[in-house]
């Protein structure tokens, strides 16, 4: 699936910065696209892949190149009002060689936050590819206005893109350590697990073409709901290791019979779901999913493939379930990728509409007690 990123914001940027960097590494013809959008003139210097010419400023006029500073309904109302700049940037690019818009955003903040809902529905009514989103989650330790900017952007979102795949930093953050250290390895994961799933039907090297391809179509049937509001979807990962065969096995071809091999897929399989998802949930309240097997092709066993679907089918209760494989020549593990859609209990979002209530309650109190001026002015005080 080629797909066009468009990067809002600092934490945007950032990711579609390594989405190139990784997708221009591959031997493949390019998956990606990127171009990165924001208020902060030193957040798109700090770029490294991106070219110059696919970095946006928006904003100038209000924020002097500074970002809004938290401020996502000043940065949804740049990005209303800059909308044909937005898009006069995005159809320089080709858009007839794209199968999809992957925006990406973190959604705690202002530029990233208050953008992505209103360029995702613009897109959406302008083409006809499919508008999906990257949305990152703050963590708790952010604070109530993130988590009351997030609510807000992911309301907005859920009526202007089609499905929105959802990151929760605070799922990858090790006990004891700062969230800043923690965001390369949260950025890599989420690179990592879209690239794959992207790139399993751009191959071009009939070495690495599977028996079952994952392809386009695949995932945007996965992602689709049957409602007008976008599917919540999530990806997993799992990768075991194979150990070298020592000289006995090889000597009486014991893998000839592929012991094992079966047995692997089902476990990394299965660890795939229950081990890290990119934000966690229960994943039998998913309604559809799409596996991906990535490993030498000697190992990517068909039965053990078809087992593994049959499990995650029969946990979800649904007959929406899709497996394919990725041969990958040469590599020394097995893997799989799961995307999960239409996922119905997220209990980080339960917990981020609370005190996302709470705090909007306490903003508009707050905005009471501005009106202090008056309260004198209704004794009749009079300034000196
Ligand atoms: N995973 C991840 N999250 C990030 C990264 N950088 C920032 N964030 C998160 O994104 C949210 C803030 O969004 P930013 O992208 O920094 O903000 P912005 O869109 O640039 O908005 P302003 O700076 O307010 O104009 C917070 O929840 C951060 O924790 C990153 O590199 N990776
Ligand atoms: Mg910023």
Redesign the pocket.
């Known amino acids: 699936m080629k797909a066009l990123i468009i990067g809002?914001?600092?934490?945007?940027g950032?990711?579609a910065d390594l989405f190139i960097k990784e997708d221009r590494k591959s031997p493949v013809p390019h998956t990606f696209e990127a171009i990165a959008i924001?208020?902060?003139i030193a957040?798109l210097l700090s770029l490294k892949h991106i070219p110059k010419d696919n970095r946006l400023l928006i904003g100038e006029t209000f924020v002097k190149g500074h970002?809004?500073?938290?401020?996502n309904k000043l940065?949804a109302e740049i990005a209303r009002r800059e909308i044909d700049i937005i898009l006069g940037k995005i159809a320089k690019m080709d858009i007839s060689t794209i199968d999809a818009f992957i925006l990406i955003?973190?959604?705690?903040?202002?530029?990233?936050?208050g953008s992505i809902p209103v360029v995702a529905s613009k897109l959406k009514e302008i083409y006809d590819e499919p508008v999906f989103a990257i949305g990152?989650?703050?963590?708790k330790s952010?604070g109530s206005l993130?988590a009351y900017n997030a609510a807000r952007s992911l309301l907005s979102l859920l009526r202007s893109c089609d499905a929105i795949i959802l990151?929760d930093?605070d799922a990858f953050i090790r006990p004891g350590e700062n969230?800043r250290d923690a965001?390369e390895r949260?950025?890599i994961e989420?690179v990592k697990r879209v690239s794959f799933l992207c790139r399993a039907g751009e191959i071009r090297n009939r070495e690495m073409i599977g028996e079952k391809v994952i392809d386009a179509s695949d995932i945007f049937n996965t992602l689709r709901t049957n409602s007008s509001y976008a599917s919540l979807a999530t990806i997993g990962y799992a990768a075991e290791k194979i150990k070298s065969r020592g000289f006995l096995s090889k000597l009486f071809k014991k893998n000839d019979y592929n012991v094992g091999r079966a047995s692997r897929i089902l476990s990394v399989a299965k660890r795939s779901v229950m081990g890290k998802l990119l934000i966690p949930c229960d994943y039998r309240s998913a309604e559809k999913a799409l596996m991906l097997f990535l490993g030498p092709p000697e190992e990517l066993d068909r039965v053990g493939i078809e087992r593994a679907r049959s499990w995650l089918e029969e946990s979800l209760n649904t007959k929406e379930v899709r497996a394919g494989d990725y041969p990958q020549p040469g590599v020394k593990q097995v893997a799989c990728v799961t995307l999960l859609s239409n996922i119905r209990k997220i209990p980080r979002i339960e917990e981020l509409l609370k005190i996302a209530r709470e705090t909007k309650e306490r903003l508009t109190k707050e905005e009471k007690t501005v009106n202090i001026y008056e309260e004198f002015r209704r004794y009749d005080i009079e300034e000196l």
């Open positions: 809002l914001g600092q934490a945007g950032k990711i924001n208020t902060a957040d970002g809004v500073g938290t401020n940065a955003a973190g959604l705690g903040g202002g530029t990233g936050s990152i989650l703050p963590a952010e993130f990151v930093n969230l965001y949260i950025n989420i």
